[in-house]
């Protein structure tokens, strides 16, 4: 599968960015997709996932109430709401995805995904 995200751009505090990520294939039933994020000279730090059938959406603390995950099934993509950004969300954000479905208890690990998009660049100036 080959994954496409956008959506990033250089914004001011407290303001809102919407990613997308466009997925090559449509989801099955065990699909699993999410958006982690790397700041420079740090690790990959997991933003949120979303099982594609069957519900489950997981957020990370560090953005629960200002960051959302949703899908669209007509489009095939993944988007993250974000809102109320702070200069500490700088990163480059990915969109990341398993055809199979990933447990509770890895979904916030980047080995539990497979497949990686390119990165977007998101940058919240203070």
């Known amino acids: 599968v080959q994954l496409q995200a956008s959506g990033g751009g250089l914004v001011q505090t407290g303001d809102s960015l919407r990613l997308s990520c466009a997925a090559s294939?449509?989801?099955?039933?065990?699909?699993?997709m999410a958006w982690f994020r790397q700041a420079p000279g740090k690790e990959h730090e997991f933003v949120a996932a979303?099982?594609?059938?069957?519900?489950?959406?997981f957020t990370a603390d560090s953005v629960k109430g200002r960051f959302t995950i949703d899908k669209d099934n007509a489009k095939n993509t993944v988007n993250l709401q974000m809102n109320g950004l702070k200069p500490e969300d700088t990163a480059t954000y990915y969109c990341?995805?398993?055809?199979?479905?990933?447990?509770?208890?890895?979904?916030?690990?980047?080995?539990?995904?497979?497949?990686w998009g390119q990165g977007t660049l998101v940058t919240v100036s203070s």
């Open positions: 990341a995805h398993n055809y199979r479905r990933v447990i509770n208890t890895a979904i916030s690990a980047p080995g539990s995904y497979k497949n």
């Open positions: 294939e449509r989801a099955s039933s065990s699909t699993t």
């Open positions: 979303i099982r594609w059938y069957g519900g489950g959406i």
